[in-house]
């Protein structure tokens, strides 16, 4: 496995990346383009096994060695999934909170559907169950 992480941003900067968003379509698109920094996931990890239940995108998480790896087909999904990487770099035991909280600073959190809420859940859910 690469030891190099997936994402090298913390919550600050991408906190900075949104500062200047006034609307949700402005927000929608930082999110966008904060999906191009996830690094991409060796393909020998997105397997069957390591596959998110409950999300409708395609999701995959890999934990070994402290290092967590994630990946998905869904570019939305993406970017939220480099705030997860950030909070859970920041504060392992507290991901979840971290980036609830960071949802809510960036204007996020009463934007994402239901659906998408639950496959969040889901990937949250299993990061706390493998670290």
Not at 70 to 86: H, Q, R, T
Request: aromatic share 6%; proline share 2%.
């Amino acid at each position: 496995m690469n030891r190099a992480p997936q994402v090298e941003l913390n919550i600050e900067q991408i906190e900075q990346r949104f500062v200047n968003c006034k609307s949700w379509e402005e927000r929608y698109r930082q999110l966008l383009l904060l999906s191009k920094v996830l690094g991409p996931m060796e393909s020998q990890y997105q397997t069957q096994e390591n596959l998110v239940q409950g999300c409708e995108s395609d999701v995959w998480l890999y934990y070994a060695n402290t290092q967590l790896l994630v990946d998905s087909n869904a570019k939305i999904i993406k970017g939220l999934l480099v705030i997860m990487l950030a909070s859970f770099a920041q504060d392992a035991e507290n991901t979840q909170i971290t980036f609830s909280q960071t949802l809510e600073k960036l204007g996020l959190a009463h934007h994402l559907s239901e659906s998408r809420n639950n496959g969040i859940t889901a990937i949250l859910q299993t990061i706390a169950k493998l670290s």
